[in-house]
């Protein structure tokens, strides 16, 4: 038996209860997770925003050590350390035959084989998003695993699985920020801390940090901010402001609200892009008129797991980390137990602080 998180039901508190795995199956690998990051996410999951079948293990983003593999399983071995994938790719739908592996129709596949039980009563309970990271130990299909870089501390690591691929692809891959831009970054959690880090390394010029909280900009500056702005009604005029009335080359929402979207296209140069990375619920709704469109000439694109593909971006990220370029430390801002995540996800809902991550 080991210590889980369980979502019983959407809307319902967390459950810290013992579960029962099963041993890995045929292409399956057993983790010992060394720590797991507290996504927003997980909370979406939690309120409904995100389906996922109920009682389920939550927690997506996380790194351990490989206890046991089934059988076939070759590229990696007992005692090997490794960052968990929630969404490998499938390699053979039509969006991987594009090369677009982060939109895989397959990639959340592997959880209806993994069975594990709620101890007390024998419940069935899935693992979601394919890797069921809030807890003590897990097992997952054999493609969420890949190797944990080497000079990267195993508790860091774990951020590599969701905030910093998410906010490094969003500047690198879907906005493709170039040297000497201007970019606005609107939220400082986990992954909006990744995302200025992530502009700071693409040479951007001015990186404007934007949310409700005066608390996070030291959180920002050190992350690479070059100004920072407190949200309000006012938001989009202050960023133009401070690029020369133009407004930014690129802005990158990772809140996922209807009037953060809008204030970030508003605040977005004639031309410019705007890169959306938060996930908000359908009851979000943004509108643009017809002329604007037009006359403003920008792009608005969506962003999913930062446009990744984890496998050949790790090895990008953990050069970028050993060359001092990037400090996965910064991003967390609380280490916690598994008892901690409901007091983490008040925390998000509240604006307060950056990643929560569980040490294990």
């Known amino acids: 038996m080991v210590r ?22 045929p292409g399956q690998v057993r983790i010992k997770l060394a720590a797991a990051g507290v996504c927003h996410s997980d909370l979406s999951l939690t309120n409904g925003t995100m389906r996922v079948p109920v009682p389920a293990v939550l927690g997506h983003e996380g790194a351990g050590t490989v ?5 076939g399983v070759t590229h990696v071995a007992a005692g090997d350390t ?19 592996v982060w939109l895989c129709a397959n990639a959340l596949a592997g959880a209806a084989n993994i069975h594990a039980k709620r101890a007390s009563d ?39 699985g969701c905030a910093v691929l998410t906010g490094y692809g969003a500047v690198h891959h879907s906005a493709r920020v170039r040297e000497g831009e201007t970019v606005a970054v609107f939220g400082v959690g986990g992954v909006g801390l990744a995302t200025l880090q992530a502009a700071r390394i693409a040479g951007a010029a001015k990186i404007i940090a934007v949310d409700v ?11 690479g901010a070059t100004d920072y702005v407190i949200a309000s009604e006012n938001t989009a005029r202050e960023i133009r402001g401070l690029t020369g009335k133009q407004g930014v080359d ?19 140069r004639r031309g410019g892009r705007t890169t959306v ?12 008129n017809a002329l604007e469109i037009f006359h403003w000439g920008r792009t608005l694109s969506g962003c999913v797991y930062g446009n990744a593909n984890p496998a050949e971006d790790l090895p990008v990220l953990a050069e970028h980390i050993r060359a001092g370029r990037l400090d996965l430390s910064t991003l967390v801002t609380e280490r916690i137990a598994l008892d901690g995540i409901p007091a983490a ?9 950056g990643r929560a991550l569980v040490v294990f």
Do not use: Y
């Open 4 to 25: 889980a998180a369980v979502c019983t039901a959407v809307g319902s508190p967390l459950e810290i209860t013992d579960i029962d795995l099963p041993e890995p199956g």
């Open 67 to 71: 206890v046991s593999v089934g059988e």
């Open 82 to 100: 490794v960052v968990l994938n929630w969404a490998p790719s499938c390699g053979s739908c039509p969006a991987c035959e594009l090369g677009e």
């Open 122 to 160: 024998g419940t069935d309970l899935h693992p979601g998003l394919n890797v069921a990271a809030f807890a003590e130990e897990t097992v997952v299909a054999a493609n969420c695993v890949l190797p944990a870089p080497a000079g990267v501390p195993l508790t860091d690591a774990a951020l590599l």
């Open 213 to 223: 909280s005066p608390e996070k900009e030291e959180l920002a500056r050190a992350a």
């Open 250 to 268: 690129v802005a990158v929402e990772c809140v996922g609200r209807a009037v953060t979207i809008r204030t970030a296209w508003e605040a977005t």
């Open 277 to 288: 990375v938060g996930i908000g619920g359908k009851d979000q709704q943004v509108t643009f």
């Open 345 to 353: 996800f008040d925390n998000m809902v509240a604006g307060k602080g």
